[in-house]
């Protein structure tokens, strides 16, 4: 054995140490794994440890890495490597975004109205290759062009901390104007007709308290606070009415909003509060010809869409009704018509309504069982044609235009696989099963139809502040597709897969719902025979992680390889300590244990840290961002370390953390492929399946 190889997985320091919050002491003798400097990691005792686990994954996954290169070849054979999107008028121009051959990031164009996309007038108006070249890490979050199409406004990280400089542009000229903004975490919005830019600082505790104006051309120093947020548990974003006369500045927690619009070519002038924010009641709002229209769960949890007169914001008529069935989830106004979105048993619609004719409805309907479909990017208030987004399981990635006059769907582009797909391949189906409350919990699943009965089956689950898991498309799990697996989501309690009611169902003194809602699938996945205990692997990442935590907690046997990405683990200690960037935000969603006591004892019962205990547990492979500000990398660490410390048996336990990334792991196309095929790999290999090449 060389002196750099790993003797054996790290073993953590064990430190006393202890919280203590309504007369009870919970020990915690891994909380020296947070460094007191952070967002800065420089404790040198810290950082070797994480180190040392670093090489022992890389140790542990050496005899693997001819699987991890296999799967990472196949995942970026199905990725069409020299791509376009399609194009999109909006003014003098159309729009589109292209990857190059063999490129990490995107390089963004346009051409004037007219002219052939690809042609001698094409103008390349962000080049993400130039700004990435020489970061380990590299993302673009806000982009906007002015209404003028004469400047752009841009936004980079490039160490994963969620912290963005945003940057602007000439495009006339094509020079880099000399402002800079450090420090945003939000969308740029141009106003005052393109003289200014409204954005969102994060401040030390990585929240966005405040609405900013800034002008081109003036220092920092003089930006204006056009609105500040004194509730430490909201947040502010900032955007445009759909006619982008008005600045609309939200601000909102995970159960309550409020809006206010400013005139947006006078940014200074006094704002219209739409209406004061009222516990528990969520509401979004846009405006055309002096009306309002609001989308508000005020008196259906499914939300209603209501209207208002601009004079009088606050009186509410009912458009359309909220409805049990029916859960209205956006919508968007145009000049002629309105799209409004809304999910129906767990399943996209998208229908047209008229301002004329509020009775007439036209649906736009799509050909499979089981599916996912959105409206695009739709730039212009005239619009003819609505760009639709749609996919299924087993349907590639297509883009629509759905032409309102004709009320017809023209597909524009079908998702390539350059090694080639066979759809009929595959079968996809749509099941529900109860969970031990009775309650039926949706399954989406996939397979190959010449899979062999009760084989091995992957099982996806998040389950936490209302998002949904929608049943898409992707190129990287036909790799296990492919080798036998049956893929499943668990539409889980705590998701709005089935409505606002849904969510509420999993979150809070109901959380423990999202738990067992993903065990009790699992097991109803093996009384149909669709696999066995033991031959299911799981995976979830951030709070999808805390999923992971708690049912290898309660149920470890019916695992045969875990998978947790940045998981949110320790949440007691984190939900106790109101200095840390999320926390006060996120105690609407879990509860707040620093005053509450049935909220402290509830979280107890269920962090996955602080319920770690001397059992076996299946195998493990655990992600960490030291740069994630969301999930801080202890988490992880001190879970890991807890887990070695309790475990019983002789299972892997892999922890990797990402040294130079945060929250979503490795930036660019294909480095994040890697950590997939990486992960994929773990999963064929503790199933006992690596050696499926094929």
Request: proline share 5%.
């Amino acid at each position: 054995m060389s002196d750099t190889t790993p003797a054996g997985p790290p073993v953590a320091a064990r430190k006393p140490s202890s919280l203590s919050h309504h007369g009870i002491t919970v020990p915690d003798h891994y909380a020296w794994l947070r460094d007191p400097a952070y967002p800065e990691v420089k404790d040198a005792a810290i950082l070797r440890h994480l180190e040392a686990e670093n090489a022992w994954f890389e140790h542990r996954m050496a005899p693997h890495r001819a699987l991890v290169d296999t799967l990472f070849a196949e995942m970026r054979g199905r990725i069409k490597e020299a791509d376009r999107s399609v194009p999109q008028k909006d003014g003098r121009w159309l729009y589109w975004i292209e990857y190059e051959e063999g490129a990490e990031y995107k390089k963004w164009w346009r051409c004037p109205v007219g002219a052939e996309p690809g042609g001698a007038r094409d103008e390349l108006i962000l080049d993400e290759i130039a700004l990435a070249e020489g970061c380990d890490y590299f993302r673009l979050g806000a982009i906007a062009v002015s209404a003028d199409g004469s400047k752009l406004a841009f936004s980079v990280d490039d160490n994963g901390s969620e912290r963005f400089t945003a940057r602007f542009r000439d495009l006339s000229s094509g020079e880099m104007l000399a402002d800079e903004i450090p420090g945003t975490l939000s969308s740029l919005v141009w106003v005052g007709n393109d003289r200014g830019v409204v954005y969102s600082l994060a401040n030390e505790q990585w929240r966005t308290d405040n609405a900013r104006l800034h002008w081109l051309g003036e220092p920092l120093e003089s930006d204006v606070e056009l609105y500040h947020e004194d509730d430490e548990g909201f947040r502010v974003g900032s955007s445009l009415s759909a006619n982008e006369k008005w600045l609309v500045i939200g601000t909102s927690d995970h159960e309550t909003s409020e809006v206010r619009l400013v005139p947006a070519d006078d940014p200074l002038a006094a704002p219209i509060l739409v209406r004061e924010r009222r516990k528990g009641v969520e509401y979004e709002a846009d405006e055309r010809d002096g009306k309002l229209y609001i989308l508000a769960n005020d008196t259906h949890d499914n939300f209603r869409l209501a209207t208002a007169s601009l004079d009088d914001p606050g009186n509410w008529e009912t458009l359309i009704a909220g409805s049990d069935e029916v859960y209205l989830t956006g919508f968007d106004l145009f000049r002629d018509f309105y799209a409004l979105e809304s999910r129906v048993g767990g399943l996209d619609t998208i229908e047209i309504r008229f301002y004329d004719d509020p009775a007439r409805t036209e649906p736009i309907a799509f050909p499979a069982a089981s599916y996912t479909a959105s409206l695009g990017d739709n730039p212009e208030w005239a619009m003819e044609r609505l760009r639709v987004s749609y996919e299924s399981m087993d349907t590639p990635a297509t883009t629509y235009d759905y032409v309102v006059a004709e009320r017809r769907l023209e597909v524009l582009k079908v998702q390539e696989i350059p090694s080639g797909y066979d759809a009929t391949l595959y079968e996809t189906q749509r099941l529900e099963i109860a969970a031990r409350d009775g309650t039926m919990i949706p399954v989406s699943l996939l397979y190959r139809k010449d899979r062999a009965p009760a084989g091995p089956l992957h099982l996806y689950g998040y389950g936490a502040y209302g998002i949904a898991i929608p049943p898409g498309f992707s190129v990287t799990r036909l790799s296990l597709v492919d080798r036998g697996f049956a893929y499943a989501i668990a539409h889980v309690r705590g998701g709005d897969d089935l409505g606002r009611a849904w969510y509420k169902f999993g979150k809070l003194e109901r959380r423990i719902n999202t738990f067992t809602d993903f065990v009790d699938v699992a097991k109803g996945l093996v009384e149909r025979g669709y696999t066995t205990a033991g031959r299911i692997s799981i995976s979830g990442g951030s709070a999808g992680g805390e999923l992971m935590g708690a049912v290898i907690n309660s149920d470890p046997e019916l695992w045969g390889a875990v998978v947790a990405h940045v998981p949110f683990v320790d949440v007691l200690a984190t939900m106790l300590d109101a200095s840390l960037p999320l926390t006060p935000g996120e105690w609407g969603e879990w509860g707040n244990p620093i005053e509450d006591r049935a909220a402290f004892d509830l979280i107890r019962s269920y962090s996955p840290y602080d319920n770690v205990t001397a059992q076996d547990y299946p195998p493990l492979l655990v992600t960490a961002g030291l740069n994630d500000p969301r999930v801080t990398y202890w988490e992880p660490a001190k879970w890991v370390a807890r887990l070695r410390e309790k475990k019983t048996d002789t299972n892997e336990l892999l922890l990797k953390t990402n040294m130079g990334a945060g929250h979503g792991g490795k930036s660019g196309r294909f480095q994040s492929l890697t950590e997939t095929a990486e992960e994929f790999a773990f999963i064929l290999w503790q199933m006992g399946l690596a050696d499926r090449a094929e």
